[in-house]
Structure formats: C-alpha cells, structure tokens
C-alpha cells in the first residue's frame, strides 16, 4: 500500500472532503487526477484506502474503499522533548524523529536556550512532521507541541513508563538500555545545555540522567542518537 499517495485530515467525517494545504499539495504538486486511489490518514495508526471522486476549485472529495491497520508502527509509545534550535535545525530533529517512529514530539524554551519560537515556526515544524511522515509511509504523522514553561515539558512525560534526561554533565548513566521496556520519553536540551536547576528538577520528577560519554554532542546528535537507541 505504500505505493499510494497518502494525505492526512485530522478527522475522517463522511462524506470527505479534502482542502487546504493538503489540497494543494495533492492537486499543485503531485497532480492527482479524479479516480486515483490514495491512502487518507488520520493519526489513528489506520489507513483509509480511498478513491478520488471529485476534484474541484479548492478541494476534493474522496470515497473511503477499506481501512487497515498500519503495520510499520512502533508498539511501544516514544515521546522526545528538545530545546529548540537555532536555524532548521529543529527541522531536522523532527524529521529524524519522524523517521525513526517517534509517536509525540515537543519543543521547549529552557534557561540557557538562545532561539525563540512562534506560532509560524510551530507551524513549520508540524509542516515537517506531515511531510516526513508522508515519506516514510507512516499512519502517524506526530504532533509537534510547545512548552513555554520547561516545568510543563517534563510534566508532559508523567504518564510515560520510562522518564530519561540526557545530561552532558553527568557522571554516571543511570539507564540500561538493554532492558528498556514500555513507553519512553527522552528530554534533550538545546545548544546552551540545562543549568543545575533544570537537571534538579527532572529528578524530582522523577526522570533518570542518560550520560552519552564523555565527548559532549551537539543537541541534534544527542536527539537522534537516543531516539535510534529507544
Ligand atoms: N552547551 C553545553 C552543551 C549542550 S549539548 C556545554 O557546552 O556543556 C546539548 C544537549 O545535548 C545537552 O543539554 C544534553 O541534553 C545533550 N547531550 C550532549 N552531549 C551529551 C552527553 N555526552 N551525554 C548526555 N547528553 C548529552
């Protein structure tokens, strides 16, 4: 099935009708043509395997054949939450995320963060999560989320069995990897790093200090590293 064009909606409502950037890139871009099948997504984990019935000024209309389980996606619940970069290199976080079959991502301002996000940005972000997910052949296309507050990010893990804080000065790793099991939310910081405080608080939230070595990795490297290692 993966050969199909997919496209999501945020909710399957019959009879649907697909507008918007979505709409664009099917129509401008890729130039589907009416009878097409394509594959609708709706970040259930399902499939919709549908025909275009209409295509018409600023939608189309599409008719659901059957609907399938996704059968590339991860069992186990991943969630990563990185300082925001400077440049695309956010970007690039997410898409790797996305690739490596992350379920949740979320973006967060911390102490010694040095860029500033806004709602265009967030956007983009969540631009890049679509498209990847598109690429890769994914039913899930993860929401990409912002945290003001770095207290809010960490709180955004509580329901996630595995709480792990990558921390470029610890001393010691305190997770084995090899017996990780159940969801898992990774915390990664952003070019300045977390201060003494932040790293007192994932404790008492009870997270656990990942330690990668001791050369210290670029925000982008520490984040797709311990997503590929989860
Ligand atoms: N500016 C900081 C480095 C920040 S690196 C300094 O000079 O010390 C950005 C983030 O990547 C860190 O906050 C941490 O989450 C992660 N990271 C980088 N190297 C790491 C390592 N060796 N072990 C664990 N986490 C690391």
């Known amino acids: 099935m993966s050969s199909l064009r997919r496209f999501f909606v945020d909710k399957i409502i019959e009879p649907l009708i697909i507008e918007g950037e979505e709409f664009r890139h ?16 709706d970040n259930s984990g399902y499939e919709y395997i549908s025909k275009i019935t209409k295509i018409n000024k600023r939608d189309f209309e599409v008719e ?29 976080v997410v898409q790797k995320a996305v690739e490596l079959g992350l379920k949740e991502i979320a973006v967060f301002d911390s102490q ?26 994914r039913a899930i296309a993860p929401k990409v989320s912002y945290y003001k507050d770095f207290k809010s990010a960490l709180e955004s893990a509580s329901e996630y069995q595995n709480k792990l804080f990558a921390c470029e000065f610890a001393t ?25 405080e932040e790293f007192e608080l994932s404790k008492s939230l009870g997270f656990k200090t990942v330690f990668l070595g001791k050369r210290i990795l670029r925000a982008e490297t520490a984040s797709i590293t311990l997503s590929s290692i989860v």
Not at 64 to 92: F, P, R
Not at 172 to 196: H, M, R, Y
């Open 26 to 41: 099917a129509v401008s871009v890729l130039r589907i043509k009416e009878n097409e099948q394509i594959i609708i997504c």
């Open 64 to 92: 659901i054949q059957e609907k399938v389980l996704s059968n590339i996606e991860a069992k186990q619940k991943v969630k990563l939450i990185c300082g925001y970069l400077k440049g695309d290199k956010t970007e690039l």
């Open 112 to 137: 010694f963060s040095s860029s500033y996000i806004n709602e265009n940005k967030l956007a983009r972000l969540n631009k890049v999560s679509v498209e990847a997910s598109k690429q890769c052949g």
């Open 172 to 196: 010691k790793n305190e997770v084995d990897f090899s017996s990780l099991n159940g969801s898992t939310a990774i915390v990664v910081g952003s070019e300045g790093g977390f201060s003494k």
